[in-house]
Each structure stands twice: as C-alpha cells, then as structure tokens.
C-alpha cells in the first residue's frame, strides 16, 4: 500500500513538473517583412532590408534587423478594421515625402495594430531648472556637541 502511494505521488510529482515547460510556450507574433526602401518609424530612418517585427508586450513590438539586432521598440494600439485580413500585411503611409510604418495586418483577424510611434529605451534627462524658486537662509546657528 505504502509502495502505491509513493508511485501515486511520483507521478503526480512528475507531471506537475511538465505544467511549466508547458506554460512557457510562447504565443508571441513574429512578422518577418523585406522593405525594398528607407522608411520611418516617429523620427527615426531605417534602411532598405529584411526585418523582423516581435511581440514585446501589450501593445509594444521590437523591430529587429537582418543581423538579429533589436533597432527599434514599436507601441501599438489594437483597432478594429471590421473586414478580416486574407494575409498578414505590414503598411505604409506616405506623408512629406517620406514613408511611415503605420499598420500591420494580421492574417484571418478582422483586429489591425496601429503604429503609434517608438518607445525611446532611455529616456532623455530632464533639463536642470536654472533658478530655484524659493531660497531657504539659515543663520543663528549653533555648533553640534557644545553647550553655551
């Protein structure tokens, strides 16, 4: 009896053990798209060439570049087109003589993520304010340590 129960617990051991390798699958988007021109994302220009586009997090995707290199950090917003996408599109929107990446379409999803611009990985220092606006005087004071 006691030999049964330790078999029972082994195999109860052993698959709740399997439960986070099967957690750990990763449902995450990977777009892969060759840009034949020089595009925008916010500011920044990109190069003609084959990129990557990954699921980051809600609503922020990574652009990574032929060498696996992440250039840029993309935030989305899910809108809904109402018509369901045939094949997965990346499209651009021209504007002053450039081109944006503004939208990707996803295949058999009526939803599209909209490009909202790109997340900075560092964000810029506050400048330093150039007059405090109030000045504390401190005078009378005593010295530490010795009675008068």
């Known amino acids: 009896m006691e030999r049964f129960s330790r078999s029972i617990f082994v195999a109860l051991l052993l698959g709740a053990s399997l439960l986070p390798a099967a957690a750990q699958v990763r449902p995450y988007l990977t777009i892969k798209v060759d840009v034949p021109f020089k595009f925008k994302v916010g500011e920044r220009s990109f190069r003609p060439g084959s990129y990557e ?3 980051a997090g809600t609503n922020l995707m990574a652009l990574r570049d032929a060498r696996a290199h992440i250039v840029a950090s993309l935030m989305t917003r899910r809108v809904e087109s109402g018509t ?4 997965t599109k990346v499209v651009f929107r021209h504007e002053k003589k450039h081109l944006y990446l503004a939208q990707i379409k ?13 997340e900075p990985a560092i964000l810029p220092a506050r400048p330093p304010e150039t007059a405090p606006s109030e000045i504390l005087l401190f005078s009378g004071r005593q010295p530490l340590g010795r009675k008068q």
Request: glycine content about 4%; charged content about 20%.
């Open 84 to 87: 369901v996408a045939p094949s």
């Open 53 to 55: 586009l990954l699921t």
């Open 106 to 118: 996803l295949q058999d999803r009526s939803q599209v993520l909209e490009i909202l611009g790109e």
